[in-house]
């Protein structure tokens, strides 16, 4: 059952954002490259969205259980993570160039976690996305992110296989941030573009993010 949601618009940056119940901010050491979301540690998970510096509309929803499968062909497929409930508030931070900017807005009251039927520490994120314009860059594309939350014990990600160009991305990306300094000035950089391609089974378009570097 719905507990509560709250809904939004989100300015972004150029990078995503970080959600999750954690507000120690940092960049990601790893990215997510060909899946819309990873985690960035236990407590909080990155988002990689189409748009580059402009609107996102944003619904959050609590669950006091899992809930259905949203209906409807206008959501990508659903991709799930567990993260480790560090605090009892919901965060929301942009990644911008070179720096990382709360994003909860100051009008909409904090969002706090149901107590935990079975004591359990771990919440399980559920993310469903949508673009009106699946081409990358600045501005109003029509992005809307669906994040629905409930108590559940820690299970595997669900989430669609990666390309060997995203995985080549995630490991240039990883070994770049570690190089002494670099995750602490933040000067790395990277853009999600996004492809259309034809479905496993031909049937009709996909989506994925494909990744490429910015030096």
Not at 52 to 63: I, K, N, Y
Not at 85 to 100: M, Y
């Amino acid at each position: 059952m719905l507990v509560r949601a709250s809904s939004f618009t989100v300015d972004l940056g150029e990078n995503g954002y970080l959600i999750g119940f954690t507000d120690d901010y940092e960049y990601p050491r790893e990215m997510p490259f060909g899946w819309r979301c990873g985690p960035a540690t236990d407590a909080g998970a990155v988002v990689l969205t189409t748009t580059d510096t402009g609107p996102l509309q944003l619904t959050v929803q609590v669950h006091n259980a899992p809930p259905a499968p949203e209906a409807g062909a206008e959501w990508e497929p659903a991709e799930e993570i567990s993260l480790w409930a560090d605090l009892p508030t919901l965060c929301l931070a942009t990644l911008e160039q070179g720096d990382i900017l709360d994003a909860w807005p100051e009008e909409e009251p904090p969002l706090h976690l149901p107590p935990s039927p079975d004591v359990t520490d771990w919440v399980r994120m559920r993310l469903y996305c949508h673009t009106d314009d699946p081409e990358p860059g600045i501005g109003d594309h029509g992005e809307r992110h669906l994040v629905q939350l409930w108590r559940a014990p820690r299970t595997p990600p669900a989430h669609p296989e990666i390309t060997e160009a995203d995985l080549r991305a995630r490991v240039d990306y990883a070994a770049d941030m570690a190089v002494p300094g670099m995750a602490e000035s933040c000067h790395a950089s990277f853009d999600i573009r996004p492809a259309r391609q034809p479905d496993d089974d031909g049937s009709g378009p996909g989506r994925r993010p494909v990744s490429r570097w910015l030096r």
